[in-house]
């Protein structure tokens, strides 16, 4: 069995100055909106891309996270290969944290503010703060267990998704017996190939 993992093609989100100055109150806004962020002109086109590349790999299963960008990205491939879109819940991104220690009053680069969020889910934390990476490996176990348990060996599923939950999902299949990471691609609209072994 081979299983493709799409990160979506480039939305307006993507298209943000990590140098720009912003206030923690503004980031907060940015990170809840992530999941309404559009799919850029080159984003659709990269998804158009992928969709043509995948339309040769025989496909028999189609799923995406409920994001925006996901969707949309999804539904290009579905037009391309014939196949629905099931929509799981469990493939939405990894958003970063908002360490609660920042001042809110002070500017800081929008990089450095996906870092500290990112480098705050390493430490344990009260549940209402986030996800920490652990619980992201948690999700992503039981999202594969559950999707593995419907897929038969023919099968050549593709998942649409982010790029925290593919790069975590290679992570995590890395160090899963049975399974072997073929190609990591976490670009816009990038197909990540893993294979049952």
Request: no cysteine; proline share 6%.
């Amino acid at each position: 069995m081979r299983v493709y993992l799409i990160r979506h093609g480039q939305s307006y989100q993507n298209t943000n100055d990590l140098r720009q100055a912003i206030s923690v109150e503004d980031f907060r806004r940015l990170v809840a909106d992530s999941h309404s962020s559009e799919l850029t002109p080159t984003g659709i086109e990269q998804a158009q891309q992928a969709a043509a590349q995948l339309a040769t790999l025989g496909l028999t299963q189609l799923y995406a996270s409920p994001y925006l960008r996901a969707q949309q990205t999804a539904a290009i491939i579905s037009a391309a290969v014939g196949l629905p879109v099931v929509t799981i819940n469990a493939l939405h991104e990894v958003n970063p944290l908002i360490p609660p220690v920042l001042r809110r009053n002070r500017m800081r680069s929008l990089g450095s503010l996906y870092v500290r969020g990112y480098l705050h889910q390493m430490w344990p934390h009260r549940p209402e703060s986030g996800e920490t990476w652990w619980a992201v490996r948690q999700r992503i176990a039981a999202v594969w267990r559950d999707l593995n348990a419907e897929w038969r060996p023919s099968n050549r599923p593709a998942l649409v998704a982010h790029r925290g939950f593919i790069w975590s999902a290679l992570r995590y299949l890395d160090d899963l017996p049975g399974w072997q990471v073929v190609r990591r691609e976490l670009d816009n609209a990038g197909i990540s190939e893993v294979a049952q072994v």
